[in-house]
């Protein structure tokens, strides 16, 4: 089968001309002046002679990035995009790591396009020029220079199996892992979705991640297949996204659920909010049962659909529609049922089939599934298995499915812990913890480490008006003492990622910041935490409990 992520977008723009195609920042581009940008930039792709294989997106949240996307896919060559985040460093990294041919750079991407991170960047650079180091501006290639070439006119065909993107994730060695999508994958994705949850040339989309966030995927190439409007939210507006729902009557909007929580924490979600929602997708997180539920009174006529997926299977791969009825876990939605050809499982620690019911690793089958990773075989033959003939991917996930056949997200194996030589779930804990505070925006995090071990837990908890010594009475009556919070910071909010979700290591540094001698403390008050935890008695403390609050982290 022959596809390319810019041909359904093509369609849409020789089939809706004049509808809008892309807003951002009060401008608007219809398919038509979106369809003349997306072949200038291609021409100028295809006009040096080697046509590239991988061109690096240095932008995002704009429409020169999802302009640079769909020439890069147009001319068959690989997107690779590049977190605007990332230190010099970590630029030069992946600018190693990916071996793109070309590089685009929107406005915010030109001004981090430095003298040293010029010198390692690919000949081909795109950018706007007075953005860029002056004194390298000779390299770069202006937007203002280019002129329509219709070399290519129409996307270029390609084998499902090519490779449509890489995205970098953080690996666990500090080094970032480059995850290939094949284009195959999106298109199996796109029409999964379409028979359940099909887009309309009349919807409005919000855009709310970043290009290295592949909820971005989903958002870009499912609303233009439809030949709907894309509506880019900045960064800035992602602060504040109930308004931005509101003023631009948006009627899908896709986010991690965190977004969500954070809204209905500053009492945003009144009824019927978002009257013009009609379809909502949440993904990339746990879905509470209370945040849906002040989600759907706000948004009366939209469905909502926790989804789960990997960046390994290609956004999302499993679903359940969300009512008062649908299937949870310690009131966290049920991640479903896998999409049509994608199968789900899951697996003992010896890769054996367990029973419905028994929870182990959740584990991944079918067309959504990456390559592998990007020059790493070795880290490739151990996330991608096979077994009985299939070819799985290994998630890292716990999971449970249930006697209905409905999958549980139970959190991450990695999040299964050992404090002081008991084995713990964080999840598990933090589900205590939202029942003894009332606060659902929470995480609590295995600290301090020394040599590899927890020696204890701290908690985050967002807003919380009461003190450390009432959560921890509560929870002691929950749960076994090794298994209780030390520690519980009431914060203002709890810091995020590039990507929305809860920032655990900048929490981890928090802890560090506000006991920088809390680790030699707690060695002894280990002890006495070993030694007691089964009988229930208080060990002696010598950590301070702290009910901190800081409005910014």
Request: charged share 20%; with cysteine.
């Amino acid at each position: 089968m022959n596809y390319n992520l810019a041909q359904p977008f093509y369609e849409s723009a020789c089939r809706l001309p004049d509808r809008r195609a892309i807003y951002t920042d009060g401008n608007a581009l219809s398919y038509r002046d979106a369809l003349q940008r997306v072949r200038t930039v291609a021409g100028w792709l295809s006009s040096q002679g080697n046509v590239p294989k991988r061109v690096g997106i240095l932008a995002s949240r704009s429409a020169e990035a999802c302009i640079g996307i769909l020439a890069a896919a147009w001319i068959g060559a690989t997107y690779v995009p590049v977190n605007l985040a990332l230190p010099e460093f970590g630029l030069l990294e992946i600018l190693k790591r990916s071996s793109i041919d070309a590089l685009i750079a929107d406005e915010e991407g030109s001004r981090l396009l430095s003298p040293s991170l010029l010198a390692a960047c690919p000949p081909m650079v795109l950018a706007h020029r007075k953005h860029t180091s002056a004194s390298s501006s000779g390299l770069v290639a202006d937007y203002s220079d280019l002129t329509e070439a219709p070399a290519i006119t129409t996307p270029r065909p390609m084998e499902s199996s090519a490779p449509g993107y890489i995205l970098f994730t953080s690996g666990s060695t500090g080094v970032p892992k480059g995850v290939i999508i094949p284009v195959g994958a999106v298109d199996h994705l796109l029409r999964v979705l379409d028979s359940s949850h099909a887009l309309r040339p009349d919807d409005r989309v919000g855009e709310t991640a970043a290009t290295t966030f592949d909820i971005s995927v989903y958002n870009m190439f499912a609303t233009w297949r439809a030949g709907a409007a894309l509506h880019i939210l900045s960064a800035r507006q992602m602060m504040l996204p109930s308004r931005f729902i509101r003023e631009h009557q948006l009627t899908v909007w896709f986010s991690v659920p965190s977004v969500a929580t954070l809204m209905a924490r500053m009492k945003l979600l009144h009824p019927e909010t978002f009257p013009t929602l009609r379809q909502t997708f949440f993904c990339g997180e746990p879905l509470l049962g209370k945040v849906a539920e002040e989600w759907q009174k706000a948004a009366p006529a939209s469905t909502i659909i926790n989804m789960y997926g990997p960046t390994e299977a290609t956004v999302m791969c499993t679903g359940e529609d969300f009512s008062p009825t649908c299937a949870m876990t310690r009131d966290i939605v049920a991640i479903g049922r896998p999409f049509s050809g994608m199968k789900a499982a899951i697996a003992t620690p010896e890769l054996k089939w367990a029973r419905d019911g028994e929870n182990g690793e959740l584990l991944l089958c079918g067309p959504q599934l990456a390559l592998g990773y990007l020059d790493d075989p070795e880290k490739t033959r151990s996330s991608f298995v096979e077994i009985d003939g299939d070819r799985w991917y290994r998630t890292g996930d716990l999971s449970r499915r249930d006697s209905d056949g409905v999958f549980h997200y139970l959190g991450r194996l990695d999040n299964q812990v050992k404090v002081l030589g008991y084995r713990v779930e964080l999840e598990d804990i933090e589900c205590h913890l939202r029942a003894v505070t009332g606060c659902e925006w929470l995480a609590v995090i295995p600290w301090p480490i020394l040599d590899g071990s927890a020696l204890g837990l701290v908690a985050f908890i967002a807003g919380f008006e009461g003190t450390a010594e009432e959560a921890r009475a509560a929870m002691k009556k929950r749960l076994p003492l090794y298994m209780v919070p030390a520690a519980i910071y009431s914060l203002a909010q709890l810091p995020m990622n590039g990507n929305g979700k809860v920032d655990r290591k900048a929490l981890a540094s928090l802890a560090a910041s506000s006991h920088p001698h809390h680790q030699t403390e707690h060695r002894s008050a280990a002890t006495s935490v070993a030694t007691h935890a089964n009988e229930g008695a208080p060990p002696q403390r010598s950590t301070k409990e702290c009910s901190a609050k800081s409005s910014e982290v």
